[in-house]
Each structure stands twice: as structure tokens, then as C-alpha cells.
């Protein structure tokens, strides 16, 4: 079978290649060779989370791999049949648990049972989307495609410790995925979120959660829950102190758009719960139906669909045109992309 050759330079030149390659990869069959892996990043090469997602994938489906150290700026992968069942994976550091979880994602759709991936990293870390977001809008798009997925945060872990711990429970779906038909949000129905704070005063996530709610209430007539997360000291097993909040608003189809803030040492709790909030705001005012980042995370999965998919982004990221390329070297499929870098825009996928 023909190797894909993949240049990680390509795009916006960061993981996500490697990871959606890796995962279309154990899925498709193909081997892939990457080369000039997170070329324009500072620190080149593999770090331990894209060491580990690859390590995962591999073990799924028995793949033969060259390159797998740390650094390394090129990588073969055979891949074998994807085999279910249960996968634990340590990244070591704070890497992002649900940057991981990209490829095994996608890998998880060949298998012909459920897999189980538990993961240890980082749950709410920079750069990255946060674990309450992959559970209640990441998940839930996929599932409402026919993508059977189940996240569990069990343990928050921040930088720089990390030792945060999930649970991802997936089971591919027996009838194939269904297309998305999604270009405009429609008419806000309620807005949630999670606001949390980890060996710190549980007056952190109120005062997170109060500014953010006080924010919304000026621009949106609807209901607004966000709950507070804290741990007391007496039972609190996490590895090292953080905060954060998560946001998200639905309409009257169930769309979600979402946005987050972190907190940082010497940044007021007022501040992150404002920054979610007019960051929420903004992408709901381009009226487009998926933020950002979901608009990436989701194609490949359409790219499988039983159908065309249409879907509005609140943001043409470089992430969404780089992931349409990388997608169309292993799979026959026609993805339109309208909209400039930084706009809102429509994406169009034709299987």
C-alpha cells in the first residue's frame, strides 16, 4: 500500500497534522511518513504529548514506527487492524489530555468494539481546549453525528504539574455517521458553563463564575447556569493549584458555541470570568452555528459522513484549512472552505 508522505511544516505547521495524520492513518490503513514535524514551533520535533498520541494510536493497531522519541522531526507509521479495548496513557508533563485524544479519536472509528482510553496530563492548560469543553460540546456534536463518545473528567490537573485525569469511552458507530447540516446559529435558548478552582479559595470559581454571568446579562435575555467547582483541602488529591471557566450557549436546535478563559498568578478572578464572557459574545454575534475550534475538530469525522455536510465557524482558523488538507491525503473528499483567515465563514464537505 502506498505510503502518504505528510510535511509538517505545511499550514499552521503545528501538532494537529501529525495527530490527524496518525489517527487517518490506524483508520484508512495507509501507512504515512511525516517529516518536518511542528517545524514552526519554538521547541521542533515531538514533544511527550505527541509522542504519547502517536504511542497510543500505535498500540490500537499494532503499528511499526520509526522516530518515536522525543524531538524527533520525522515519523514512519505502518498501522495493523484497530483493536478495541482498554488503553491507559501517562503523558508525564501537562500536556493537553485532549489534544491527545485527537488521534485516538479518529483511529477509534475502525474498530469493531468499544475502546476505553483513560489519560493522565493536563486538563486545563494553554493553547489548548479544556476538558469541560470536550464534554459538553465536543462530545456532544459527536454523538449528535452518530459518533458514539462518553468523557469523564476525573481529576483536573494544570500546568505546570499536570496529573489531571480523563476517561474516554467511545463506540463506533454501527450505521455510519451522519452528516451536519449547521450554518447559522439560531436563536440563544440558555447559556452554561463550569466554573472551578483547584487548591485555591473556593471564592476563585464564584467570583470566576458571578463576573462572567454579570457580563451575559447585559446582552442576553436568557437563562444563565453556571456551576462552581472547588475542592476542599481535607480531600483535594490534585497535583498543583489552578482555575478556570467554561462557557457555552445553546439554541433552539442544540447547537453550542463556547469560550474559556484560564486564570493566571496574579490575575483577578473578575477578569477570566469577563474575558469568557465577551469572548462568548463576540463569536455569537458573527451568528454562525460552531466556534473555531469545534469547525477543525469535527471535519474529519463529516469527512466520513454518510453525505455532504455544510457548517458555519465563528473563525476561519488556520487549524481548519490546515486539517481540510491533511484530510484529503488520505481520504476522497471534497472540502470547501469560504471565508478569510480570521473571519467568519462556511465549510462545505462533499465524501
Known sequence: MTTVEIDGSYGEGGGQILRTAIGLSALTGHPVHVYNIRANRPNPGLSHQHLKAVEVVARMCN???????????????????????TYEIDIGT??????????????????????VLRVRGGTDVKWSPPADYEEHVNARLLNMIGYGYRFEII????????????????????????????????????????????????????????????????????EITIRTETYPKE?????????????????????RIAASALGEKGKPAEEV?????????????????????????????????????????????PHLTTNAWVVRKFLDVDIEVEGEEGEPGVVRVKP
Open 63 to 85: 503499528a511499526e514506527c520509526e522516530g518515536l522519541e522525543i524531538g524527533s522531526t520525522e515519523l514512519t507509521f505502518e498501522p495493523d487492524r484497530v483493536q478495541p479495548g
Open 155 to 222: 481529576k483536573r490537573g494544570h500546568y505546570p504539574r499536570g496529573g489531571g485525569e480523563v476517561e474516554a469511552v467511545i463506540t463506533p458507530p454501527e450505521d455510519g455517521l451522519k452528516p451536519l447540516k449547521a450554518v447559522r446559529f439560531g436563536e440563544p435558548r440558555r447559556v452554561m458553563g463550569v466554573s472551578h478552582s483547584v487548591r485555591l479559595p473556593p471564592h476563585v470559581a464564584q467570583r470566576q463564575a458571578t463576573s462572567a454571568a454579570e457580563i451575559l446579562r447585559e446582552h442576553l435575555d436568557v
Open 273 to 317: 470570568g469577563r474575558g469568557a464572557a465577551q469572548t462568548l459574545l463576540k463569536r455569537l454575534d458573527t451568528g454562525m452555528a460552531l466556534d473555531g475550534h469545534m469547525g477543525d475538530q469535527i471535519l474529519p469525522f463529516l469527512a466520513l459522513a454518510d453525505g455532504p455536510s455544510e457548517y458555519g465557524v465563528t473563525e476561519v482558523d
Open 94 to 115: 501537562a500536556g493537553s489530555v485532549t489534544l491527545l485524544l485527537q488521534a485516538p479519536k479518529i483511529a477509534a472509528m475502525a474498530a469493531d468494539d468499544t475502546i
Open 235 to 255: 480531600i483535594d488529591t490534585h497535583a498543583g493549584p489552578g482555575s478556570g471557566i467554561v462557557l457555552w450557549v445553546e439554541d433552539d436546535e442544540g447547537n
